[in-house]
Every structure is written in C-alpha cells, then in structure tokens.
C-alpha cells in the first residue's frame, strides 16, 4: 500500500542547471533573516513589559495593595 505512494514520487523536479536554485536560496535566506529579526523583536518587546509589571508591582507592595505572599 505505500509502495504505490513513494512511486508516485514523480512530480519532484530536481533541476540539471543548478542555478534554478539561486531564487529559492535568495527567497529563503530572506525568510530566515526576516524570522531572526521578528523573534528578536518579540523578545524585546518582552522584556519591556517585564520591566513594567515588575516596576508596578513594586509600586503595588510599596502602597500596601498587595501583600508579599512569602
């Protein structure tokens, strides 16, 4: 039953000229760089808020709002 399915494997085309692979690496390398540079936002945008919510909470203890739980 999957003998018939990897047989059909014809449709893959692997190009003699290797330079049809030139546009897809491009392409690909774009993707990569654009991915690095969004997850590295992310994590900025991360510790920002960090920052903040620990800057509150000390505002919150200081105003005896919230109690240390220790």
Do not use: G
Not at 20 to 46: D, H, N, V
């Amino acid at each position: 039953m999957i003998i018939p399915y990897i047989l059909n494997w014809t449709f893959l085309y692997f190009p003699e000229d290797k330079r049809e692979y030139i546009p897809a690496a491009i392409t690909c390398t774009i993707f990569l760089i654009a991915a690095i540079l969004t997850m590295r936002l992310i994590i900025k945008i991360s510790k920002r808020q960090e920052e903040k919510a620990k800057k509150l909470e000390e505002q919150l203890k200081k105003d005896n709002i919230v109690h240390n739980e220790k």
